[in-house]
């Protein structure tokens, strides 16, 4: 096991398309969470699973953000009608406990 | 690649001098905090953790205080190195997730 595994590394997409990210977390980790990171900003949480339970959402996630783990392992996040300003690194972090995480590399998207 | 922290406070520091970076946290009820370091093209990678029951913790070159008193957190660096050079972000935990600070970009003098 190498980490926790994001994909794609970069998109580009145009304005009002949907993308589409997964995440691949370390395999004993049974929690997930996701972040977006805007330049001159920390992490900001998005979401958080426990298994395939979907236990917090952030107010950041508006409607056309949606998030699964459907057999609690890798988990995918769709943002539909992509908008400019849903340019951002997308982190998915995994754990095994309440304490500390462990990163991907994140998935970079741009919308033009 | 990717530009991480444009737009953050900067920390320059001289090759082999001690780094201090700061931080402060919004609730007092906070009982675990991390500091984290971020590459360019990398996520955030793990430094240190300390709970709310410590004051002070060492790792390898590295050393995390903590007052609680004011909320707020430091990072020291002995000897700082050029592979030290990142954003450096302070969390503290929250019910289900971390909350970060801003960041503070450390810049490597040689």
């Known amino acids: 096991d190498t980490g926790v595994s994001q994909n794609p590394r970069h998109k580009i997409t145009k304005r009002g398309q949907n993308v589409t990210f997964r995440c691949d977390p370390i395999s004993e980790h049974n929690r997930l969470y996701w972040y977006r990171q805007t330049l001159g900003q920390g992490p900001e949480f998005l979401t958080y699973f426990q298994n395939e339970a979907q236990l917090e959402k952030s107010r950041l996630l508006s409607d056309r953000f949606s998030a699964e783990r459907p057999k609690g392992s890798f988990s995918t996040l769709e943002i539909q009608r992509t908008e400019q300003g849903d340019s951002a690194m997308y982190l998915c972090a995994s754990s095994q406990t309440v304490d500390g995480y462990t990163f991907g590399s994140g998935t970079r998207l741009t919308v033009v | 690649g990717e530009s991480v922290g444009l737009h953050l406070p900067t920390l320059s520091v001289q090759e082999g001098d001690n780094s201090i970076i700061n931080c402060a946290y919004s609730n007092s009820a906070s009982d675990y905090f991390i500091w984290y370091k971020r590459e360019s093209g990398k996520g955030p990678q793990f430094i240190i953790d300390i709970r709310s029951n410590m004051d002070k913790r060492q790792g390898q070159r590295v050393t995390v205080l903590l007052n609680k008193t004011v909320k707020h957190l430091s990072l020291q660096i002995a000897a700082t190195q050029p592979g030290d050079s990142a954003v450096y972000f302070c969390?503290?935990?929250?019910?289900?997730?971390?909350?970060f600070g801003t960041g503070t970009r450390l810049k490597v003098l040689a």
């Open positions: 969390a503290e935990r929250g019910t289900y997730k971390y909350i």
